[in-house]
């Protein structure tokens, strides 16, 4: 790795194409960059977010003393240092008890491997994984959830065949079973139905012989919590011995105490740095509380050598050196740099109270939640808000707006494929597609970069876009606040510009006819 290299390119490595840069248009397939873009509109911690001046910076250090390192020819050593760093680090600012260990993952995808390992290490015997709402986690859930490449280059650079197993061993003993979030019109299923639905399928499979791992959601896609929390941990207390939980908190919506309390009840939790917490994407990791951890030094955790094409020894416990650890592997570069951008901004984001917080976060939501009902455009879609251990914390708020989208005198929202068109034009300069006669106001919303969550499927014929509040909503007030404005000065301005997002999509849905006429 020459750590001469620009720290934008070296932080689209260590992951897939999903990270490759777009010479023409400067974004990744998420629509971000990996240098940062200030004069972009951006909402879309739901998916990704391009990397913030302030953490871009913090990078640059570390890429600095990385470079300093390999001049003197000790770069293995400060690598080791710094990776160590960031895997203690990861459970302070995520949520932890006393004991928790953290994998570092390029993505929460790839946690799912992990997470299934260690499951399997609890015995010999065949294990059933229960997944949740596959739509609305990841794209290559299943195929990573029964232990197969989901992807056909891994993050350190292995071509691999899709749907293959990792290893053949583990692979034959997992089966997966699905539970679905939402009828097939979109709607959420009422708590109570997942709930029984997701007792039975525990029930029935413990009756077969068969070990379970089930996934419980916190958060989907569109901010959804399946099965109920307290549910869950009910549901672990019976069937102890025979069930594992791994909490997908991908989008890691959480507060601290939430995390910590999934890990006292001895669940492992997938987290991200990349979404809320706006990190640059690819930054994952799996939290393995002390209960499950254990099970390392029980002999029956040796990694196949099938997943050496995905991590490297730093990425893992050094606790764990002799039982459960790659034995090598080159140094994930990008990784390491991504989780150090995505740590700035959780510590700035949790140098405000909590209490704060929530005031922030809530003022937002509720304005920009009323601009989209008021619209006659948009359709906002109903979201249950997240049931929380912590009454009035942050996390019991619904973070993520979820809403469908029509052109003047449609009979139907727009699907996926014209959603991904929509998403596409408000994000780059579409002025000169416009209708020579379109008037000035358009002009200039037209030429706008707003970056909103990428549209997700929420039912069989329903779709919609995401404007989500993330991190820096907070962390900028807070630095806002160091700099002698208001806080609510601070946030009339978001608020502001999250209404001129949804003046562009109002502009692009009030001359759709034209800009999809044919050529």
Not at 415 to 420: K, T, Y
Request: charged share 20%.
């Amino acid at each position: 790795m020459d750590l001469a290299q620009p720290t934008e390119i070296l932080l689209a490595t260590g992951g897939d194409e999903r990270l490759l840069v777009d010479p023409d248009s400067g974004l990744n397939r998420y629509g971000c960059s990996p240098r940062p873009r200030p004069w972009a509109i951006t909402f879309a911690s739901t998916t990704a977010t391009s990397v913030s001046d302030g953490a871009f910076a913090h990078v640059e250090a570390l890429r600095r003393r990385l470079a300093e390192a390999e001049r003197a020819g000790r770069l293995d050593d400060e690598y080791a240092a710094a990776m160590e760093e960031v895997r203690g680090e990861i459970p302070h600012q995520c949520g932890m008890v006393a004991g928790t260990e953290a994998i570092l993952t390029p993505s929460g995808t790839d946690a799912e491997f992990y997470a299934l390992h260690l499951a399997l290490a609890a015995d010999r015997r065949p294990l059933t994984g229960i997944v949740i709402a596959p739509r609305e986690t990841a794209s290559n859930v299943l195929p990573a959830a029964s232990g197969r490449h989901y992807n056909a280059t891994t993050a350190m650079g292995h071509h691999v065949t899709v749907d293959q197993p990792v290893d053949a061993a583990t692979a034959a003993r997992v089966e997966l079973a699905v539970l679905e979030l939402r009828d097939r019109a979109g709607n959420p299923l009422p708590a109570r139905d997942i709930d029984r639905a997701a007792e039975a399928l525990v029930e029935r499979e413990v009756a077969r012989g068969r070990r379970v791992l089930l996934h419980l959601l916190d958060t989907s896609k569109t901010g959804l919590v399946a099965p109920g929390v307290e549910f869950t941990f009910a549901l672990a207390r019976r069937f102890a011995g025979h069930l594992d939980v791994v909490v997908d908190a991908s989008q890691l919506r959480l507060s601290k105490e939430s995390v910590a309390r999934y890990l006292d009840h001895g669940f492992m939790v997938i987290v991200t740095g990349s979404k809320f917490f706006t990190g640059p994407p690819f930054a994952g990791a799996l939290l393995v509380p002390p209960s499950i951890g254990g099970r390392v030094q029980l002999g029956l955790a040796a990694l196949p050598e099938g997943y050496n094409a995905y991590t490297e020894r730093h990425c893992w416990p050094e606790s764990w050196e002799n039982w459960c650890r790659p034995m090598g592997g080159r140094p994930n570069i990008g990784l390491l740099m991504r989780w150090w951008a995505a740590l700035w901004e959780m510590a700035a984001f949790h140098a405000v109270p909590p209490a704060e917080a929530r005031r922030i976060l809530e003022r937002f939501l509720s304005a920009i939640g009323a601009a989209i009902q008021a619209s006659p455009r948009l359709s906002l879609l109903p979201c249950p808000l997240p049931e929380r251990g912590v009454p009035g914390s942050w996390d019991g708020l619904a973070t993520i707006l979820t809403f469908a989208a029509a052109p003047p005198k449609a009979r139907t929202p727009l699907g996926m494929d014209d959603l991904r068109r929509l998403h596409v034009w408000l994000n780059r300069d579409v002025s000169p597609l416009l209708p020579p006669k379109a008037r000035e106001r358009d002009r200039r919303l037209a030429a706008l970069a707003c970056h909103i969550g990428q549209p997700v499927m929420v039912g069989e014929s329903l779709s919609g876009l995401r404007l989500a509040a993330g991190a820096r909503l907070v962390s900028g007030a807070r630095r806002a606040m160091l700099a002698g404005r208001s806080v609510d000065a601070f946030l009339d301005l978001e608020i502001a510009e999250a209404k001129l997002v949804l003046a562009k999509l109002d502009m692009l849905l009030r001359h759709w006819r034209h800009l999809t006429a044919p050529a």
